[in-house]
T-cell receptor, first 113, second 109 residues
Framework: KAGVTQTPRYLIKTRGQQVTLSCSPI?????VSWYQQTPGQGLQFLFE???????NKGNFPGRFSGRQFSNSRSEMNVSTLELGDSALYLC????????????FGPGTRLTVL | DAKTTQPTSMDCAEGRAANLPCNHS???????VYWYRQIHSQGPQYIIH???NNETNEMASLIITEDRKSSTLILPHATLRDTAVYYC??????????FGAGTRLTVKP
């Protein structure tokens, strides 16, 4: 099976802009989670989607949002970008139950200037 | 906050076993212990997970103490490619994974 794919791999934006990142999970996986990784804060959980519904949410402001489509593909949106949003954004998928293993994509490196 | 404690860094000689410890003293009965590693800002790679029993796969072995308050990941014959940050994670009740700072393992020739 193909792994988790994320597009784009690299992105440069300026403050105040918005950005949309995309994630395609492993075939058959219904859960998609998003994480932010920065040198200062490490890997932090953003949210999880399962069957097009947000199932879990981390402690991030409302500027960070997401959605999931019927084919399980997911998008993450960040509005009104701030310099501190520069990070590696990681997507992970799993089949769906609580004990399923998560598999991560390669990430999208976002730089906000 | 992560529910695990790991050493910040460790070194290992190439070809030797790498033993990475993890403390999770507040783990509850239905929480699994997961290990991932991350090589140079790539996405984290799943290694192994377990609940109570020791586990082994093609990558590593996981030894969990009887009281489940700590575990050890064993890479039996470390190679230079095993240099990475290793994360020990206890699965939260609400299903998300809380990553700590991990252990930076450096395998030296």
């Amino acid at each position: 099976k193909a792994g988790v794919t994320q597009t784009p791999r690299y992105l440069i934006k300026t403050r105040g802009q918005q950005v949309t990142l995309s994630c395609s999970p492993i075939s058959g996986h219904r859960s998609v989670s998003w994480y932010q990784q920065t040198p200062g804060q490490g890997l932090q959980f953003l949210f999880e989607y399962f069957s097009e519904t947000q199932r879990n949410k981390g402690n991030f402001p409302g500027r960070f949002s997401g959605r999931q489509f019927s084919n399980s593909r997911s998008e993450m949106n960040v509005s009104t970008l701030e310099l501190g949003d520069s990070a590696l954004y990681l997507c992970a998928s799993r089949e769906g139950s609580n004990t399923d293993t998560q598999y991560f994509g390669p990430g999208t490196r976002l730089t906000v200037l | 906050d992560a529910k695990t404690t790991q050493p910040t860094s460790m070194d290992c000689a190439e070809g030797r076993a790498a033993n990475l410890p993890c403390n999770h003293s507040t783990i509850s009965g239905n929480e699994y212990v997961y290990w991932y590693r991350q090589i140079h800002s790539q996405g984290p790679q799943y290694i192994i997970h377990g609940l109570k029993n020791n586990e082994t796969n093609e990558m590593a072995s996981l030894i969990i103490t009887e009281d489940r308050k700590s575990s050890t990941l064993i890479l039996p014959h470390a190679t230079l490619r095993d240099t990475a940050v290793y994360y020990c994670i206890v699965r939260e009740d609400n299903n998300d994974m809380r990553f700590g700072a991990g252990t930076r393992l450096t395998v030296k020739p």
